[in-house]
């Protein structure tokens, strides 16, 4: 699986977008992009996944740059308990022989009043 | 709805003790991942199952460990002779993996079980 870079830590205020960039520059063609986020002690929580085109859902939208080597997840209104880690992991989906997600040390998200 | 489910969530214990851990996974997933986080870092994979089957084991995962999911439903991960490096978050994951299936795949964790070796 490829590996990814994200920066360590991030700031936001609460109520404004958070955009948590994600660099896959050795992704696969068969590769998704997968996003996960982890409150303090539990486990991580699903948030989005994409191929190539941008997704979204009710908690996130995924953006995936046209030759797919970085993405963007965004949380268009972060509140304070949106503060975790964020984890975005590159693996191909559905093959017999693949299972694994192989997680980086992620982003730390922190949201501000 | 209902979630994946580890117990016990948290397990205190000596070293040289043997431990257990369960992990009931999503109804009906057919796969299931353990993995193992330890402060500050990532989760790192340790091994999954695709129904009975143990299909891939990470070099993590030394003699002292072994997994078991003898019907294709719950599991269990034990850690025999524990040391104190043993101490870490496992958690466990499950996914409906369907080949060639749009709309499958996705792992979706537990709340995870806290080991402390003393």
């Known amino acids: 699986d490829a590996k990814t870079t994200q920066p360590t830590s991030m700031d936001c205020a609460e109520g404004r977008a958070a955009n948590l960039p994600c660099n896959h520059s050795t992704i696969s063609g068969n590769e998704y992009v997968y996003w996960y986020r982890q409150i303090h002690s539990q486990g991580p929580q699903y948030i989005i996944h994409g191929l190539k085109n941008n997704e979204t859902n009710e908690m996130a939208s995924l953006i995936i740059t046209e030759d797919r080597k970085s993405s963007t997840l965004i949380l268009p209104h972060a509140t304070l308990r949106d503060t975790a880690v964020y984890y975005c992991?590159?693996?191909?989906?559905?093959?017999?022989?693949?299972?694994?997600?192989?997680f980086g040390d992620g982003t730390t998200l922190t949201v501000k009043p | 709805d209902t979630g994946v489910s580890q117990d016990p969530r948290h397990k205190i214990t000596k070293r040289g003790q043997n431990v257990t851990f369960r992990c009931d996974p999503i109804s009906e997933h057919n796969r299931l991942y353990w993995y193992r986080q330890t402060l500050g870092q990532g989760p790192e994979f340790l091994t999954y199952?695709?129904?009975?089957?143990?299909?891939?084991k990470s070099r993590l995962l030394s003699d002292r460990f072994s997994a078991e999911r003898p019907k294709g439903s719950f599991s269990t991960l034990e850690i025999q002779r524990t040391e104190q490096g043993d101490s870490a978050m496992y958690l466990c994951?499950?996914?409906?993996?369907?080949?060639?299936?749009?709309?499958?795949?996705?792992?979706?964790f537990g709340p995870g079980t806290r080991l402390t070796v003393l």
């Open positions: 992991i590159v693996r191909v989906r559905g093959h017999t022989n693949a299972g694994k997600s192989t």
């Open positions: 994951a499950s996914s409906l993996t369907l080949l060639n299936v749009a709309g499958t795949d996705t792992q979706y």
């Open positions: 199952f695709q129904n009975e089957a143990q299909l891939e």
